[in-house]
């Protein structure tokens, strides 16, 4: 079972950057896509951006020209840079190994304790 540990988080102010770092243990294959999402309310969370070895990454609108995912296949680490940021960007962010196949998206790994990224204005 891959075990995640999202880190890099902290205080920024609004316009700043931070990039965060997840770093994931056990099986990791080419072909799983590594994703990031943000908390939202309750703890719900919505998908920021993912990648996958030969595929386009991709980004929420929201985050368009703004945020840069990146992958280290070899070090099993997955990052997202984050430029220009929001204050309405602040939560907790959490990085996931996941693979999609017929059009659904499945996880065998447990969700990490996160990172928090807090934007002041």
């Known amino acids: 079972q891959v075990q995640l540990v999202e880190s890099g988080g902290g205080l920024v102010q609004a316009g700043g950057s931070l990039t965060l770092s997840c770093a994931a243990s056990?099986?990791?294959?080419?072909?799983?896509?590594f994703a990031w999402y943000r908390q939202i309310q309750g703890q719900g969370r919505e998908l920021v951006a993912e990648?996958?070895?030969?595929?386009?990454?991709n980004y929420a609108e929201f985050v368009k020209g703004r945020f840069t995912i990146a992958r280290d296949d070899a070090g099993n680490t997955a990052y997202l840079r984050m430029d220009s940021l929001k204050p309405e960007e602040t939560t907790v962010y959490y990085c996931?190994?996941?693979?999609?196949?017929?059009?659904?998206?499945?996880?065998?790994?447990?969700w990490g304790q996160g990172t928090q990224v807090t934007v002041s204005s």
């Open positions: 056990g099986k990791i294959f080419s072909e799983n896509v």
């Open positions: 990648v996958q070895n030969g595929y386009r990454n």
């Open positions: 996931n190994v996941e693979t999609f196949a017929y059009g659904l998206r499945t996880s065998g790994a447990l």
